[in-house]
């Protein structure tokens, strides 16, 4: 699993179908790039939010625990944004991602 939160180099574009988002990789490792994100996608769209899953492949061996850094990825929406909440539920609670 991993952390999403919006790309600030990306805003968010309500009028658009394409959410730019930040991955980081929760288990000890290096950037996700090559790895997922886009291992495990799960988004469920509904007339209130759009509920997000993004998983990254874990890299084998043995790694020092450090804060992997974020990787750039775009989810692609079945309709614009609009006024929905964008919500991370690979987390529980669930968690609004967003300013």
Do not use: N, W
């Not at 805003?11 to 930040?22: F, I, K, M, N, S």
């Not at 000890?28 to 988004?43: D, I, Q, T, Y």
């Not at 061996?61 to 919500?87: H, M, N, W, Y």
């Amino acid at each position: 699993m991993a952390d999403l939160t919006l790309d600030p180099a990306r805003p968010l574009a309500r009028t658009q179908g394409t959410v730019h988002l930040l991955v980081t990789e929760r288990a000890c490792g290096e950037r996700a790039r090559g790895r997922g994100p886009g291992a495990g996608v799960l988004a469920e769209e509904t007339p209130q939010e759009v509920r997000l899953i993004i998983g990254v492949e874990p890299q084998g061996g043995a790694r020092t625990c450090q804060r992997s850094p974020a990787t750039p990825f775009a989810v692609e929406l079945d309709a614009p944004l609009g006024d929905r909440v964008l919500k991370d539920v690979g987390v529980y609670p669930a968690r609004e991602i967003g300013p």
